[in-house]
Structure formats: structure tokens, C-alpha cells
């Protein structure tokens, strides 16, 4: 599909240059030589890119470029002017347009610029074609829970997300960081523009620089066409970095260097861009431990927590575990179109006493496997993973394992560990049911119902 570019310039020996060169590049070329005489243009939809001077008579380049932004925020516009005007040109990529050439430009060097902005044009209908799906997911995504530690972290959430402050996430494996990243986006005010997210432990360290800053043709070996860098397809709005505890060193200083110039250079080039980005940050690891060891730049520390947030783990928040598993249940279930709707009293039970390494990923993992292993309506204690059943808070003792039952069926000794861990949690508090409840993480009603089906006798030999 042939792209459309716009060129605006009032010197006509410039504009049929420029013409020239994009048409011999392959693209259809609409040329206008003034502001005014380029508006009609612009509302045509074809137009992929706006390639215009700075200095013009009648509306300028500034202007044209406010007009442009206002009317069509889906097209990048590229700004080109004299070595005089360099800070007018500085002024239009901070109002917002995406590059700038400086007259006299090698034809090669504009094919490079109206390539990266058709690639940035790209991600921007993108972007909008998957706006509505992701309001429409965005429900089934959403922080879940009504825990006091998810109500504070929601709390965090709203306090944070309307500024353009950068955010330090931090909180065990599993526990949801990107996803509150992904909240504080939706909540503030960048959320029309794009959410970019990188895994700084998943790609190798000789690829990671040209993952985020991109490169231009011929930066190295295999560089057949320039590449827009992640940074660069953040522009205007969020980058999320995840796991930055694992970025490279050398990486650091040059990331430092974005958040405090707001500015970086492709793989290759010498050219410098400006970029308008939310950082967000996230990891698992003890960054304050890996700046004191050398292993974290200390002022990179500084400048991305802003604003910490700390994500609690799952068995800090077990009242959410219901809410959360229902959850699971439903998402997957209509994803497999397995007839499974709810879960047993003792399957949540069970799940309220295991205390969740893995937290909410381990959590998801253990419903999905219940799922299958699910043979009618309801999962039931029986149907979930052994590991959970074993590490529940209640393992049988070994001469009552499960490899020594027998035949013993997996009912009998689910029933054997619940009775050791009720009697054992009475024992404790002294035969006060409201507190042995609290230990078990069940209510008194709950642990009430199962005394009677287990014919627990409680008596006053606990005191």
C-alpha cells in the first residue's frame, strides 16, 4: 500500500525537490506552499505523514503545526528548517511533532525520517483501532478486591495516576505490577496515547539498546531499514519498564540520560530526539541492596522512584481470594467453554489456607488447572493441584501422607487434614472458635459449619 505525504513549504524550488525525492522513494506526495493552503489537504485520509517548513508567510510553521495536531493527532507531522531557525524547530518537536531536518538535508536523511514517521503512523491507528478493545478488556483486567491492602493500593493508584511523575512498582513475582502500571495509564491523562511495555530480563543485553532506542539503516550488520525504537513508540505516552532491576548497566546511564534531557539518539546516529514519555518502572528485586552493592546507578533510582508503589503479595490480601478466584473461573471457563461456574466452600477453603509463593499468577494457574481437572459443575477441593492441597497450612503427618494411604480415596485425607488443622488451630486459641477462624483465614461461620460436618467434639480440655 503506497503512503501519503503532505510537504508544506513556500519555496517552490524546495518543495519540488522534496517531491521529487519521496515519489522516487515510492510514495504519493500532496505539496502545498503555505499553512493555509495545506488545512484543506490534511482532511484527506489518506495522509499519512506532514513533512513542513517552520518559516512561512501567513500562518507559520508553528501555527500550522498546533492546527495540525488539533485537527489530526493521528498524523506525525516532520518539521524541516534552516540552521538559523534550529530553536523554532527544538519548539515544534516539544509542541508535539515527531522529527525535524535542517536545510540542507541528503535526500537520504529525509527518506529516513518520513520512513520512521510512517512507522509511527502505524502504531498510532493502531493504537486507535484497539482503543475500544481495550476499554471493552480492560474490565476483566481490572485491580480486584476489597482487602484493606487492596483499597490502599487503589488509594496509591488514584493519587499518582494525574500527574506525569515517573513510578517505581514494586512487589514480589506474580502480584500484578504491570497490571497496576497498566491502571495508573488508564487513570491519568495519557491514556488516548500509547502504553508501551518492555521486559528488561527477557531480551539479551547485546539487543536491548536497539529494543529501546531503535536504530537507523546500516547501524549494524543486518540494519537493511531504520527501526523505531520502543521509547520512540511511547511518544506522548507511557513506557513501562518491567523487571528494571535487571537492565544492563551501560543501559542505565544512557535511560538516566532520557529522563533528564527527555531527549536520546538512535543505534547508529548522531541525530538527537526529543521524546515526551511517562516512565513506570517495576521489579521484584531490592534496588536500595543493589545500589548499595554497585549493581544499580543511584541517581537512576532516584529519578524513576518518584513515586513508589509497593504491590501487596496475595497472602497479605486473602480476603480478595475469593473475589479473585471467581474471577479466574469465569474468564477461563467461557475461554474453554468448560460448564464450570462455581467453586465448592471447601475448594475455598483450601485456597484461603495455602499461602501463594507464586501469588496471583500462581493463583490464575491453580483455577485454570482445576478447571480441567474439574468432572462436573463445581470445583471442588478435590479437583485442585496437589501442591496446593499439600501446602494448604495443613499437611497430613508422613505415617498419614497420601503415598501411605492405600486405597484411601483423595476425600478421605482431604477431610483427615482438615480436622488436624481445625483441632490444631482450637488447640491454640485456647477453644475459642472466633480466633481459631482467624487463623485458619475462614469466618467463625465457616469453621462453625465444619466442625459440625467433621464432628469435631469442642470442649473445655482446649483450655
Not at 507531522?77 to 531536518?101: E, F, M, N, W
Not at 481437572?373 to 470445583?379: E, H, N, Q, V
Request: glycine share 6%; hydrophobic share 40%; aromatic share 6%.
Amino acid at each position: 500500500m503506497k503512503r501519503t505525504v503532505l510537504v508544506v513549504d513556500d519555496e517552490s524550488n524546495m518543495l519540488a525537490v522534496m517531491r521529487m525525492i519521496l515519489e522516487d522513494a515510492g510514495y504519493d506526495v500532496l505539496t502545498a506552499s503555505s499553512g493555509e493552503q495545506a488545512l484543506p489537504l490534511l482532511e484527506n485520509p489518506d495522509v499519512d505523514v506532514v513533512l513542513s517548513d517552520v518559516r512561512m508567510p501567513g500562518m507559520g510553521g508553528e501555527a500550522f503545526l498546533a492546527r495540525s495536531r488539533a485537527e489530526r493527532p493521528d498524523v506525525p507531522i516532520i518539521v524541516a528548517t534552516a540552521h538559523g531557525t534550529i530553536k523554532s524547530a527544538v519548539r515544534a518537536v516539544s509542541s508535539g511533532a515527531s522529527d525535524y531536518l535542517t536545510k540542507p538535508f541528503e535526500p537520504e536523511e529525509l527518506e529516513i525520517a518520513v520512513h520512521n514517521a510512517v512507522k509511527l503512523r502505524d502504531i498510532l491507528r493502531e493504537n486507535q483501532r484497539l482503543k475500544a478493545t481495550v476499554s471493552q478488556s480492560y474490565a476483566g483486567k481490572q485491580l480486584l478486591g476489597e482487602s484493606p491492602a487492596t483499597k490502599h493500593l487503589m488509594e496509591e493508584i488514584k493519587r499518582v495516576a494525574p500527574y506525569k511523575t515517573n513510578v517505581l512498582i514494586m512487589g514480589e513475582s506474580g502480584t500484578g505490577k504491570e497490571l497496576v502500571a497498566r491502571t495508573i495509564h488508564g487513570l491519568g491523562p495519557r491514556r488516548d496515547r500509547p502504553w508501551v511495555a518492555i521486559n528488561c530480563s527477557a531480551i539479551p543485553h547485546n539487543l536491548m539498546e536497539s529494543e529501546l532506542f531503535g536504530y537507523v539503516k546500516g547501524a549494524f550488520t543486518g540494519a537493511a531499514q531504520s527501526r523505531l525504537g520502543r521509547l520512540e513508540q511511547a511518544q506522548g505516552g507511557t513506557l513501562f519498564l518491567d523487571e528494571i532491576g535487571d537492565l544492563d548497566p551501560a543501559l542505565q546511564t544512557k535511560l538516566l540520560r532520557v529522563i533528564q534531557e527527555r531527549e536520546f539518539s538512535p543505534l547508529g546516529s548522531d541525530q538527537v530526539r526529543k521524546v515526551d514519555v511517562r516512565i513506570m518502572a517495576a521489579t521484584n528485586r531490592d534496588l536500595k541492596e543493589m545500589v548499595r552493592e554497585g549493581k544499580f546507578r543511584e541517581d537512576l533510582f532516584y529519578r524513576l522512584d518518584v513515586y513508589s508503589i509497593l504491590v501487596p503479595a496475595l497472602r497479605e490480601r486473602r480476603e480478595d481470594i475469593p473475589l479473585l478466584a471467581k474471577a479466574f473461573l469465569h474468564e477461563l471457563a467461557a475461554e474453554t467453554d468448560k460448564p464450570v461456574q462455581q467453586i465448592s466452600p471447601e475448594a475455598f477453603e483450601v485456597l484461603a489456607r495455602y499461602n501463594w509463593p507464586g501469588n496471583i499468577r500462581e493463583l490464575h494457574n491453580a483455577i485454570e488447572r482445576s478447571l480441567l481437572s474439574c468432572r462436573g459443575d463445581t470445583i471442588e477441593a478435590r479437583d485442585l493441584p496437589y501442591a496446593i492441597l499439600r501446602g494448604s497450612g495443613a499437611e497430613p503427618s508422613a505415617d498419614s501422607s497420601l503415598d501411605k494411604m492405600g486405597s484411601a480415596d483423595l476425600d478421605t485425607w482431604l477431610e483427615s487434614v482438615e480436622r488436624r488443622a481445625i483441632l490444631q488451630a482450637l488447640e491454640q486459641s485456647g477453644g475459642v472458635q472466633a480466633q481459631a477462624a482467624r487463623r485458619l483465614g475462614i469466618s467463625e461461620r465457616s469453621l462453625w459449619h465444619r466442625i459440625k460436618k467433621l464432628k469435631i467434639q469442642v470442649n473445655r480440655s482446649f483450655a
